[in-house]
């Protein structure tokens, strides 16, 4: 069992930068490939940027290629989702999720089988 807790989550103006962290508990938690989704009410939840369980291998959403960055310590069992050049569009709950089979980043949620409670994103203009 995997346990995640987001935080870093705040208002911040357009143009502005976030971190949000993602602290994994569970023995095995380091060997996960770790994922960042994010949900607007009422929609499904999207992709926004993947990494494999070593840190070797990113994959990001093109709507947030060269703003947002995915990294981790694993020493830590930490993910984080670095934040800039925040656009309005990017306001959202934001997820982390775990997926245990150490396969390919799947951009889907289905393939991730923890989640965390979600930390709001609100980008103002």
């Known amino acids: 069992q995997v346990q995640l807790v987001e935080s870093g989550g705040g208002l911040v103006q357009v143009g502005g930068s976030l971190r949000l962290s993602c602290a994994a508990s569970?023995?095995?938690?380091?060997?996960?490939?770790m994922g960042w989704f994010r949900q607007d009410p009422g929609k499904e939840r999207k992709f926004v940027a993947g990494i494999t369980a070593s840190g070797d291998n990113t994959r990001y959403a093109d709507s947030v290629k060269g703003r947002l960055t995915i990294s981790r310590d694993n020493a830590k069992s930490t993910v984080y989702l670095q934040m800039n050049s925040l656009k309005a569009e990017d306001s959202a709950v934001y997820y982390c999720?775990?997926?245990?089979?150490?396969?390919?980043?799947?951009?889907?949620?289905?393939?991730?089988?923890?989640w965390g409670q979600g930390t709001q994103v609100t980008v103002s203009s």
């Open positions: 569970g023995r095995t938690a380091s060997s996960y490939n």
């Open positions: 999720g775990a997926d245990p089979r150490g396969w390919m980043i799947t951009q889907f949620p289905r393939g991730y089988d923890y």
